[in-house]
């Protein structure tokens, strides 16, 4: 099944604040297998110029996990359980790193949904900010739904 | 942001140092646990094999990551990553096999741009040398 045209120009705003903790950006750095100390050392991340430990640059794409994937389980938006979404292709625009202790916001926007051959392509803009509305990073992710596009005459 | 490179002393076509890694099914569902990203395709064997895979798949982001690490190995400084777009185009499998995958990162500057920022190409590639992933990089330089 196709999936809800209507989506796009969408816009969904996260309803509360993503903080920052040293520790989970310690817990992301090993997950990826990084030990560069700006990471990791308040100390390391001073002598680099930064106030603190910053995130590593792809800690930016996963918050939309945390933030709820919105609008993968919203039932309008017609994504089914199968066939299954694949991430084809990220692009993020980093205006200053993330810092542990930072207070960002988060919304999403349906940037596109069109038919590639069998599939459907979808876009989403991931916006982040600061409390005071300056951009931190910008990640556009498009993702693959395979084999739910409408049939062709 | 303390790069180490001077910008004017940097030719297009220069090799970055290529890494190796290795990917266990443990690392990947650390990457599970630190996303928050539980989709069944990427911890478990039976929803991969169920969708067409022979073994789990690692999230492309976590091949983005280590690409991504070419540049502060090379920089000093992951803080000189101003912008990145990545490319995914073969999944990553890792069987349960006590080898799980491995594959090679290459990098080459193929840009000098205004700013004294350069592009990088990072390349994943895997042993049967199949591209997996690419990840063109916005580098700023000193």
Redesign the interface.
């Known amino acids: 099944m196709p999936l809800n045209r209507e989506f796009i120009g969408r816009t969904w705003r996260a309803a509360e604040v993503y903080e920052v903790s040293r520790e989970k950006l310690r ?2 750095t ?5 030990m ?1 100390p ?2 990791l050392d308040e100390e390391a991340a001073r ?4 106030r603190t430990v ?1 995130a ?3 800690f930016c ?2 918050l939309w ?2 933030m709820g994937n919105w609008p993968m389980f919203e039932p309008e938006f017609g994504k089914q359980k ?3 979404c ?9 205006h200053r ?1 993330i810092h542990a202790g930072d207070r960002l916001w988060f919304a999403t926007t349906v940037r596109d949904i069109r038919d590639i051959g069998r599939h459907e392509l979808f876009e989403m803009e991931h916006q982040v900010t600061s409390e005071d509305g300056a951009p931190v990073c910008t990640v556009v992710d498009q993702m693959i739904s395979r084999g739910s596009a409408a049939p062709k005459e | 942001m303390t790069a180490q490179v001077d910008y004017d002393t940097v030719p297009v076509g220069m090799q970055l140092a290529p890494r190796e890694f290795q990917l266990l099914a443990v690392n990947e569902i650390m990457y599970c646990g630190a996303t928050l990203d539980f989709a069944g395709v990427h911890w478990n064997p039976r929803v991969a094999r169920s969708v067409g895979m022979d073994h789990i798949v690692a999230h492309g982001p976590l091949t983005e990551a280590k690409a991504l690490s070419l540049i502060h190995e090379w920089t000093g400084d992951p803080g000189t990553v101003v912008a990145q777009h990545a490319r995914f185009h073969r999944p990553v499998l890792i069987p349960d096999d006590g080898e799980g995958a491995r594959y090679r990162i290459h990098g080459t500057v193929t840009e000098k741009l205004a700013d004294r920022r350069v592009v990088v190409e990072l390349t994943a590639v895997s042993p049967q040398e199949e591209e997996l992933v690419t990840v063109r990089a916005v580098v700023q330089l000193v």
């Open positions: 817990d992301f090993v997950a990826i297998g990084e560069h700006v990471y002598k680099h110029g930064y910053i590593p640059p792809s794409t996963a996990f945390r199968d066939p299954v694949v991430l084809g292709d990220q692009r993020v625009t980093h790193p």
